[in-house]
């Protein structure tokens, strides 16, 4: 009768039995049972107890007194029943999942790992012990080995829900969330009501972007269960994709609330944060974030980044405990290169800065080629292509170190952007400059700009002046007055390239500039380029000419930049033109700094003529123009007075 959900029936016809053949151990074993069914765990104890001395071996007895113990979180006496079991049956199946799932609660999950493999020799086309030793596995990080594990779960019963879910969690932690999404979805046919399928389903749809349906879905999750904590986290995952920082802020501090020791809140609270502005807060939330998980690499990433962009040198050291536990790990690797740049210690940095070469946004820059990459060796009767890569900014500050490889001999030709073709066609040492897309012709051997300083065994104590591009002579123009002489010209750059990863850091709006417009004897050119430059039209109180507007390249800039007194520019490739040209130039940059500004100072090995601007998190970009409105007053002072002609004593 217990059999069929009737166990205080069962107990008192098997309390008859009992009283006419007392010593018969079964009818002890099945009262256990009867009394565990009832919740009177203490007499299901003494049930079984009692069965046991009457048939010490008897198995079952062993593996239903294990499975109550279990029931209350005893797993230490589960441990030894089941321990009891394997010695009169050690192919048991029940018993050896029993150790395994022991040995998981108490924290060993490479012994479990064991006793599950035991469990599959002893009943291999057990579905549930696959999948339960794929748990083991993934507890120990061998992903691959639980993935193998769970499929062959799914393989023996398709019908197993749980290994269609365990199998997209693998999918999940390996980034594949278009596959994870199929296998959530078929655990939710099979278990419509399988709350962790929901909310892993709406966590996979976030990451994939298609965060309508991830809400929806994540909605459904919190309607089973509001308290779900990983529901709410993906909630907040899901609303920060769409840039809603403070909706996914409110959706962590939820999560936290309810599971206090997640470390995943903590570390997503404080990417959130840090994104929003708030680096202090941030750098709390992935100290807390620690706590509770050590050695969590993306944690200890995050803080190492976060502390590196407020200037703290001990972000490195949280990206190189990063990198022990993940010694692969191409982003670790390019993040620690360029903090190791930004505080100049550029021996170190550029060889970090090389792995930039295994992140996936470098894919499509990646130059597939027969040539093998140029690591420094003599180049005699060599012919080798230096290329450019990423921004029209990079290519300027990086181009000063190939005359420097022209040295070491062979034959140079260069590749770059075709915006920058005319600018850069006659660069020294260079026999022929391509366009890039250009057809051309066989070389030997190959480097990226950016990787040069690398090659050539370059610090941050030998870094070569930019090339002087000051030889490019500008059209004729009119003398100017002497009413125009007095005046000071600057030229302005508002915002860079839209689709930058930090665009939204660096660049500003022209109505942030407008403080400018109120300093007087100042004439304004607009060198702003792209959809920004549209705004000088919406300020009609600000007016500046646009001589860029007809510019074809960075050719025609220079040109433009000749007759300039200076340039105020955020950080783009007019800033890199400009210092590069010896053209008195202020560079504006960001709260976060690009790695190549470092921390601080108003200098830079760069660009001499350069005067660095910074941004800060109290002020913003509105009391940093007060200052360079302060000093742009200086400068128009300056040149006033020293056009005044000198009066005699006497």
Partial sequence: MNQVGQP??????????????PSFAPYHNNLGNAFKGTGEISKGKASFQRALSLNPKDVSTYVNLGLLLESQGDWLEADKSYQSALRYEPSLLQALIGRGNASTALGDHLLASSWYEKAVL???????????????????????????????????????????????????????????????????????????????????????????????????????????????LFYGNALAKRGDQAGSIKRFETAIRLDPHHSESYTNLGVAQETRGDVVLATESFRRALEFKANDPITLTNLGCNLIHRGDREGISYLERALQHDPEAANLHGALGEALLTFGEHASGWKEFEWRWQLDEFATQRRSCDAPLWTGEPLTDKIILLHAEQGFGDTLQFCRYVPLVAELGGTILLEVQAGLYRLLEHTPGVTKCFRRGDRLPEFNIHC?????????????????????????????????????????????????????????FRSLSLQ??????????????????????????????????????????????????????????????????????????????????????????????????????????????????????????????AKRHSLQPSRRIG
């Fill in 8 to 21: 205080k029936v069962a107990i008192e016809l098997i309390g008859r039995a009992i009283s006419i053949n």
């Fill in 122 to 232: 002893s009943s291999p086309d057990y579905a549930p012990a696959h999948n339960s030793l794929g748990n083991a596995q993934l507890a120990c990080c061998l992903k691959e080995d639980a993935k193998t594990s769970y499929l062959r779960a799914v393989e023996l019963d398709p019908l197993f829900g749980d290994a269609h879910f365990n199998v997209g969690n693998i999918y999940f932690l390996n980034r594949q969330y278009a596959f994870a999404v199929e296998c959530y979805e078929h655990c939710i046919q099979l278990k419509p009501a399988d709350l962790e399928a929901h909310t892993y389903l709406g966590g996979a749809l976030a990451e994939l972007g298609d965060t309508n349906a991830a809400i929806r879905i994540l909605t459904h999750a919190l309607s089973i269960n509001p308290l779900h904590a990983r529901a709410h």
């Fill in 448 to 504: 990226p700009l950016m990787s040069l300083p690398l090659m050539l065994f370059l610090t941050e104590s030998t870094i070569p002046p930019p090339l002087d591009y000051r030889n490019i002579q500008s059209e004729a123009q009119p003398e100017r007055s002497n009413n125009l002489a007095e005046t000071l010209s600057v030229g302005l750059v508002w915002a860079g390239n839209p689709t930058h990863v930090r665009d939204a």
């Fill in 512 to 637: 942030e500039m407008y403080p400018l417009s109120h300093v007087e004897h100042v004439s304004f050119v607009s060198l702003q380029m792209g959809p920004a430059s549209s705004a000088t039209n919406d300020i009609a109180s600000f007016p500046m000419t646009q001589p860029c507007m007809s510019a074809i390249d960075f050719y025609d800039t220079a040109k433009i930049l000749e007759d300039l007194d200076l340039v105020i520019t955020v950080d783009t490739a007019v800033a890199h033109l400009a210092g590069s040209m010896g053209k008195l130039v202020w560079i504006l940059v960001p709260e976060i700094p690009d790695w190549r500004w470092g921390h601080r100072s108003e200098t830079t090995l760069w660009y001499p003529t350069a005067k660095l601007f910074r941004c800060s998190s109290t002020g913003g970009w509105r009391e940093l123009m007060k200052k360079v409105v302060s000093e742009l007053t200086i400068l128009r002072d």
